[in-house]
């Protein structure tokens, strides 16, 4: 079984500064990391993912992620934001055997505001 | 290419009454899921398809029944509606090749009375 948890449920930054969210996950098997967007009123849109390799996973709209084995963390950056970066923000996680076909295991969001 | 419609947008339903939510995908997706959001808890797995004639059960199976008779559509029935089942509904699809990244439907809005 696996477990996503979502450190913060909001986070108010002023535009332009850098961001961090925060996502710690748990499972018994090594996993695929995946982190998705939800912008008001839409579905969710994947920003990026981690499933092997290099640690440092870069997305869309100029988001990174780490991946850290140890910490079991997989915390999303930006290094400046804008005011349209404001939506709900989803980590989730999927078991490696089937390559996700099971579906995915979401923590419960962490809602970015954007303050001019 | 539409990717992964979803309808209706909005339903309200009666308790008790049935529905069927639909989902459909363009793209030969072989996985295709079904997720509820409600507020404050993320999304949580209702069902899930790897392929046609193939279904299993989430984390909330409970009151929804599903089948895929075609790779295109993956229904979402709701046999007996209940208000604990006013929620937001989204279906999602992936192909097996891509290694995860789900592509997801735009949501059905449901209210139940």
């Known amino acids: 079984a696996q477990s996503v948890t979502q450190l913060d449920s909001q986070v108010p930054v002023f535009e332009e500064a850098p961001v961090e969210l925060r996502c710690n996950y748990s499972?018994?098997?090594?996993?695929?990391l995946f982190w998705y967007v939800q912008y008001p009123n839409q579905g969710l849109q994947l920003l990026l993912k981690?499933?092997?390799?290099?640690?440092l996973v870069k997305g869309i709209n100029g988001f990174e992620a780490e991946f850290n084995k140890s910490q079991t963390s997989f915390h999303l950056r930006k290094p400046s934001v804008h005011i349209s970066d404001t939506a709900e923000y989803f980590c989730?996680?999927?078991?490696?055997?089937?390559?996700?076909?099971?579906?995915?295991?979401f923590g419960k969001g962490t809602h970015l505001i954007i303050q001019p | 290419n539409a990717g992964v419609t979803q309808t209706p947008k909005f339903q309200v339903l009666k308790t008790g009454q049935s529905m069927t939510l639909q989902c459909a995908q363009d793209?030969?997706?072989?996985?295709m899921s079904w997720y509820r959001q409600d507020p404050g808890m993320g999304l949580r797995l209702i069902h899930y398809?790897?392929?046609?004639?193939?279904?299993d059960q989430g984390e909330v199976p409970n009151g929804y029944n599903v089948s895929r008779s075609t790779t295109e559509d993956f229904p979402l029935r709701l046999l007996s509606a209940a208000p604990s089942q006013t929620s937001v509904y989204f279906c999602?699809?992936?192909?097996?090749?891509?290694?995860?990244?789900?592509?997801f439907g735009s949501g059905t809005r449901l209210t139940v009375v």
């Open positions: 999602a699809s992936s192909y097996s090749g891509q290694v995860g990244g789900y592509t």
């Open positions: 499972s018994s098997v090594s996993v695929y």
């Open positions: 981690y499933l092997s390799g290099s640690t």
């Open positions: 989730a996680v999927s078991g490696l055997v089937g390559g996700g076909a099971d579906g995915l295991t």
């Open positions: 793209m030969n997706h072989e996985y």
């Open positions: 398809s790897v392929g046609a004639g193939i279904t």
